[in-house]
């Protein structure tokens, strides 16, 4: 075995490893890489793993998921990037998918799931952190505030997954037009290779033209979840209004408690947030038995990962050459407002479907302000909160 193939083989069982014990989101994960992958194996500079994680903040998609495959990539091209990507989302998608068996078997036999019923207003309560979080974070001028209010009302009172993403393009135009408050930088000749590019916008619109004509849901699951995978920016927590107008309340292919109980189930795994889209799709298709639920889950990880995995394939050849253009940069103020505002939203539309009482309220505010106020991370409060239900059921 060559020397090549013995380090691509020790960064895979990196990724493993990093799979089964990072938590915490994009924030937490980017800690344990640097301590992975910069200090303990070198694979590059904390300087290159910094830029490269700013790069997939501003890119559509997952980006704990992009930064570790664009990694994977450096090292040893697309065959690398790819099993790279495959053995980081796994480990939690085959949990989430498990859950969302284990969810519909309970239902089939009229099992109880009271034991998850601390779990919903916690998840509630990390969502409404996470809007906190996110807005004090990209919220840096009054534009952007006007921004993140407008998208907030905008998607409460028009919950349509066509429009949301309007929303987001809308936002974009609008701070780009402010590019002259950005420094001017000298520009170089920017040599394209349109391949990744073309492969992400040949996948979208066939999905979409494919799932138009054949009236077959797995079809319409990828079409779905590539679609939404395409137009997230800013991580799992704006996964989760995009996913829930669509799923929960145009679709009503998941009752609201399922899609909370699964938020907040799957933020007490390690991995990526987007994880969440295999519980989604095998819930969506309950009525195909196991297999069609496997399927489900299958094509619905497989329609949420792939566009980031496209998209960061095809930018970071040019990257250095795209940043120094001042609209670019101007433009993902508004499209980081306008994710903001939804997520906002998201929160409200929670809220409104949790079941009222004193106890779900305490809790909700209770999950807030423990993140707020300690370092205690949301994954043990989630555990600490099924725990607690499954000994009092």
Not at 9 to 16: E, G, P, S, W
Not at 153 to 160: A, C, E, K, M, N
Not at 235 to 259: H, I, M, W
Not at 269 to 274: E, I, K, Q, S
Request: glycine letters at 8%; aromatic letters at 14%.
């Amino acid at each position: 075995m060559t020397i090549k193939r013995v380090r691509y083989f020790i960064f895979l069982k990196d990724v493993l490893f990093l799979a089964l014990t990072a938590f915490g989101g994009p924030q937490g994960h980017l800690a344990v890489f640097i301590e992975r992958l910069v200090v303990k194996r070198a694979y590059l500079s904390e300087e290159d793993m910094l830029e490269l994680y700013a790069l997939c903040q501003i890119l559509p998609g997952p980006t704990s998921t992009q930064t570790i495959t664009a990694i994977g990539y450096r090292i040893g091209g697309a065959t690398l990037a790819y099993l790279t990507l495959l053995i980081w989302m796994l480990p939690a998608v085959i949990l989430m998918t498990v859950v969302a068996i284990i969810v519909v078997n309970f239902e089939a036999f009229n099992i109880s799931l009271d034991f998850l019923r601390f779990i919903q207003p916690m998840a509630v309560g990390i969502v409404a952190f996470s809007a906190y979080r996110i807005s004090t974070k990209v919220i840096v001028s009054q534009l952007g505030l006007i921004l993140m209010l407008l998208a907030a009302v905008g998607s409460y009172f028009l919950p349509f997954p066509f429009v949301l993403p309007v929303f987001l393009i809308l936002g974009g135009f609008v701070t780009s037009l402010n590019y002259k408050k950005h420094p001017r930088e000298e520009k170089q000749t920017m040599h394209v290779k349109w391949a990744n590019f073309f492969l992400w916008a040949g996948v979208l619109i066939m999905a979409a033209v494919v799932g138009a004509i054949f009236d077959f849901r797995l079809v319409k699951l990828f079409e779905n979840f590539y679609r939404n995978g395409s137009l997230i920016f800013g991580g799992g927590q704006v996964l989760v209004p995009l996913l829930y107008t669509e799923f929960v309340e145009f679709k009503r292919y998941l009752t609201s408690e399922e899609f909370i109980s699964g938020y907040g189930v799957v933020q007490a795994l390690p991995g990526p947030v987007f994880s969440f889209a295999g519980y989604v799709g095998a819930l969506s298709m309950r009525d195909a038995g196991f297999i069609g639920q496997i399927a489900g889950s299958f094509v619905a990880s497989l329609g949420v990962f792939l566009p980031g995995t496209f998209l960061i394939f095809f930018v970071t050849r040019f990257w250095d050459q795209l940043k120094k253009y001042r609209g670019i940069r101007a433009s993902m103020e508004g499209v980081h407002a306008v994710s903001s505002g939804m997520v906002i939203t998201a929160t409200l539309f929670l809220l409104i479907q949790m079941e009222i009482s004193m106890l779900n309220y305490s809790l909700m505010a209770g999950t807030a302000l423990i993140l707020f106020f300690t370092r205690i991370p949301a994954p043990v409060i989630i555990l600490v909160g099924l725990i607690v239900g499954i000994v009092l059921t």
